[in-house]
């Protein structure tokens, strides 16, 4: 059996591994010409680490994330709301690592590369059409740059990893539309600097309409006595139209919201003029689609399940889909028969956290505060109660999958015979 991945990133990578472990042939085609150390912070959850750890990526990964100990919130007077441990502190088997995206997707290639080979590994490929038949699926590469033909290839079976702007899901829904803007605009960022609170907990800082999302993501950093900080503020713009992805802006675009946000554990004014690149990003996603399989052909990752970054889901669930795909694959009598024994295990569930996403996920206690108590408290338990904040971070991590005991409890995804 060989499979096409159509998409090099995180979920795509992770896919040819998992393939490779289960004995199945896999060759990735990425767009752009060369896969590199760019962008900015990813949180795994437990979930995806365990996966990756039983992928063997386990140390390379302890070498260069750095493993989160807390989860804490803020409101907008750096008053602490709710603070709770993560990964190996929750009790879980895995830790929960806080790492630089471009990092990851380096050792996930590294990985790759030693594995399936460089040479199946295909860069400056864009997916320009496909066809399928009872034998097999059919994918035609271009140079998304000149349009000039590249490629045919010819495979078993073809994967969408291509992400929220899936060449493979046009094909299927080629009247989607346009990404559904979520009313909120993200100015990322990443700097180093000295070390805030214990270096290893991730901070969320506001409500709704204003907030600030901060953590160390560099274990090299850490050992040298800094942190490497991914910083994402937000600000809440409905009226909006503007497509811009990923520009280059100054911090003249924000800035001045966050200007009194000096707390005594962290200065965000001082943070923001330190860095030396911020980029604008404006938070979207997609409406979750009723199908993901259509014969030999199905959806992976982004390009399935599309969602808001909220609760730290999108890359951890990309690697998950994967681990289950390659599972179908090896249980099922038939390609057709495993891709839609993916999609029957993943597909609900992950339309109902994208919905969820929406709805602000495991930060609702950050919006209770501010609704109940805007000019802040003395103290946060006569506002929302303990019991309340636990119950909103755990049902998320039980509707998302990675509640300790289903991660800690069940058998491996991926299950191969010797």
């Not at 992928?55 to 990964?61: D, E, R, S, T, Y």
């Not at 560099?218 to 811009?244: F, H, K, Y």
């Not at 996920?361 to 309340?388: C, K, Y």
Request: net charge neutral; aromatic share 8%; with cysteine.
């Amino acid at each position: 059996m060989k499979a096409i991945i159509v998409g090099g990133g995180i979920g795509g990578l992770s896919m040819a591994l998992s393939l490779h472990q289960a004995g199945i042939e896999a060759k990735v085609f990425e767009s752009v010409r060369e896969l590199g150390a760019l962008g900015s912070g990813i949180n795994l959850q437990p979930n995806a680490v365990r996966e990756l750890d039983e992928m063997g990526l386990g140390k390379a990964l302890a070498a260069i994330g750095v493993a989160t100990q807390k989860w804490s919130c803020y409101n907008k007077h750096g008053q602490l709301i709710w603070s709770e441990p993560r990964g190996l502190a929750a009790g879980y088997q895995w830790p929960q690592y806080s790492i630089h995206r471009g990092h990851l997707l380096l050792l996930l290639l590294r990985a790759a590369r030693e594995r399936i080979g460089a040479k199946n590994i295909v860069t400056g490929h864009h997916l320009a059409s496909f066809e399928q038949d009872a034998q097999g699926v059919s994918a035609h590469f271009i140079d998304r740059t000149t349009g000039k033909p590249l490629h045919t290839e010819r495979a078993d079976l073809l994967i969408g990893a291509d992400g929220i702007h899936s060449a493979v899901r046009a094909h299927f829904y080629p009247g989607e539309g346009p990404l559904h803007y979520s009313g909120e605009m993200q100015w990322r960022a990443s700097v180093e600097m000295d070390s805030f609170l214990d270096g290893r907990t991730q901070v969320l800082v506001g409500h709704r309409n204003q907030r600030l999302v901060g953590y160390s993501m560099s274990q090299e950093a850490l050992n040298r006595g800094r942190v490497l900080v991914n910083w994402i503020c937000e600000i809440r713009m409905p009226d909006t139209s503007r497509p811009d992805w990923d520009r280059k802006v100054s911090k003249d675009v924000f800035a001045s919201a966050f200007a009194n946000w000096r707390f005594p554990w962290l200065d965000v004014p001082a943070l923001i003029d330190a860095t030396p690149e911020i980029f604008e990003f404006p938070k979207c996603d997609r409406n979750p689609v009723d199908r993901w399989s259509h014969g030999r052909v199905t959806l992976l990752g982004d390009a399935a399940h599309p969602m808001l970054p909220t609760g730290s889901q999108a890359g951890s669930q990309a690697v998950v889909d994967a681990r289950v795909l390659a599972q179908a694959l090896l249980a099922e009598p038939t390609i057709e028969g495993a891709l839609k024994s993916y999609e029957i295990q993943r597909l609900k569930p992950m339309a109902a956290i994208t919905l969820k996403n929406r709805e602000l996920g495991p930060e609702l206690a950050m919006q209770i505060a501010e609704d109940r108590a805007p000019d802040g408290f003395h103290n946060v338990e006569e506002v929302i109660s303990r019991e309340e904040m636990a119950a909103i971070t755990e049902n998320y991590k039980r509707s998302a999958g990675f509640d300790s005991d289903s991660v800690n409890t069940r058998p491996s995804y991926l299950q191969i015979k010797n």
